[in-house]
């Protein structure tokens, strides 16, 4: 797995999926058959794939997005989304129909729930897939996927990926089963603890027990594994032992877009030659300060507001030690 840019390839390569994100903010989520009036409304570009290629090209890395978008009235919301976050479209393929769809609902808490409608999505194939990986593979170094793109392509992407010399990233969500080839494609798994336990048979509910998951994975052929424990820290595991990278508390208003901060964080700082230990350290900042803010894409930050909350609280912490 490497640890510094192949000469050149400096890039991310995302493929994975694309919405328009329909959310709405409640005080609390209504029981089954009940209807009760919420606080706001917002309309966004989302998708677990989109979000991580806008949060790797904030991050700084030059991304680029493989993934399908419908010939509808949102298709200039996704695009627009993108082109704002610097991310290369040359492989975003536009389809007739209706673009993926995301309900979101959020309470008080800001504790979420999404039903996701794959549409578009659904019409990404092998053929696109490898002819964006082809092109992609002398700048690019890592390539990020997730499991919101048809299953029978999850294969497909992390076997290319691993044949082109890219360190290949998935993010296990929605967390389903995968064939035993798949997980012997993968360097690095990143899993939040509801989705370890899932895969693993084993409930993850600390660190102990997130390592427990982390060796599980590894055993069946992932190279790491990254488990994120939200206000535990992350527990990162690989052959040379176990690593726990405190969290960094903050006030939370909407958690939707965390994960993929932290994915498209981490997968940026690897392209750009970061240790794993210090690429989960960035990503765990840029995922806590998406959480202080409303909406998928609009809560994910800069580098520089990364940098500096990063740089204030090692600033603090040192205080605190002296």
Not at 107 to 115: C, E, G, P, T
Request: charged residues 15%; negative net charge; contains cysteine.
């Amino acid at each position: 797995m490497p640890t510094s840019p192949t000469e050149g390839r400096t890039g991310v390569v995302i493929v994975g999926s694309v919405t328009a994100d329909v959310t709405t903010f409640s005080q609390r989520l209504p029981a089954r058959g009940e209807t009760i009036l919420g606080d706001q409304f917002t309309l966004f570009l989302g998708g677990k794939g989109a979000n991580q290629a806008v949060a790797a090209g904030l991050a700084g890395a030059r991304t680029s997005f493989v993934g399908c978008v419908g010939d509808d009235l949102f298709r200039d919301l996704v695009v627009d989304g993108l082109t704002e976050a610097g991310v290369d479209l040359a492989h975003l393929r536009t389809v007739p129909g209706p673009t993926g769809i995301a309900h979101i609902r959020v309470d008080a808490s800001a504790q979420n729930d999404i039903v996701m409608v794959p549409l578009a999505n659904a019409e990404l194939n092998t053929e696109q897939i490898d002819t964006a990986l082809d092109a992609l593979a002398s700048s690019s170094s890592v390539l990020l996927t997730q499991l919101e793109t048809p299953s029978a392509l999850t294969a497909h992407i992390t076997g290319r990926g691993r044949e082109l010399g890219f360190t290949v990233i998935l993010d296990p969500a929605p967390a389903a089963p995968l064939a035993a080839d798949v997980w012997r494609s993968i360097d690095i798994v990143t899993p939040n603890e509801t989705e370890a336990s899932v895969l693993s048979g084993i409930e993850v509910t600390d660190a102990v027990s997130a390592e427990q998951a982390g060796r599980w994975f590894l055993d069946q052929g992932v190279g790491a594994a990254v488990i994120t424990l939200a206000a535990q820290g992350s527990c990162v595991v690989t052959p040379d032992g176990t690593t726990i990278v405190p969290p960094l508390p903050v006030d939370a208003v909407d958690t939707t877009a965390a994960g993929d901060a932290y994915a498209g964080y981490l997968g940026a700082a690897l392209a750009n030659g970061a240790t794993l230990t210090d690429a989960v350290r960035l990503a765990t900042a840029a995922g806590a300060l998406t959480v202080t803010k409303q909406g998928a894409s609009p809560s994910l930050p800069e580098r520089h507001e990364v940098d500096a909350f990063l740089a204030e609280r090692t600033e603090s912490a040192a205080r605190a030690a002296s």
